[in-house]
């Protein structure tokens, strides 16, 4: 990945699986005010 994002700027839509296989997208929180990721290394 080589495209960068500025400090304020909005972060470009994703999503992800959940542990309970349900499909999460960033957009489902953008009414949120803040949002907050946490990666974890599970099952090593």
Same mark, same amino acid.
Do not use: C, H, K, W
């Given at each position: 990945?080589?495209?960068? #994002? =500025? +400090? @304020? *700027? =909005? =972060?470009?839509? &994703?999503? %992800?699986?959940?542990? *309970? @296989?349900?499909? #999460?997208? %960033?957009?489902?929180?953008?009414a949120q005010?803040?949002? +907050? %990721?946490v990666f974890?290394? @599970? &099952?090593?």
């Amino acid at each position: 990945m080589t495209d960068s #994002i =500025a +400090v @304020g *700027q =909005a =972060a470009p839509d &994703f999503e %992800l699986t959940d542990v *309970q @296989g349900r499909t #999460i997208r %960033l957009s489902d929180y953008r009414a949120q005010e803040n949002v +907050v %990721l946490v990666f974890t290394r @599970g &099952f090593t």
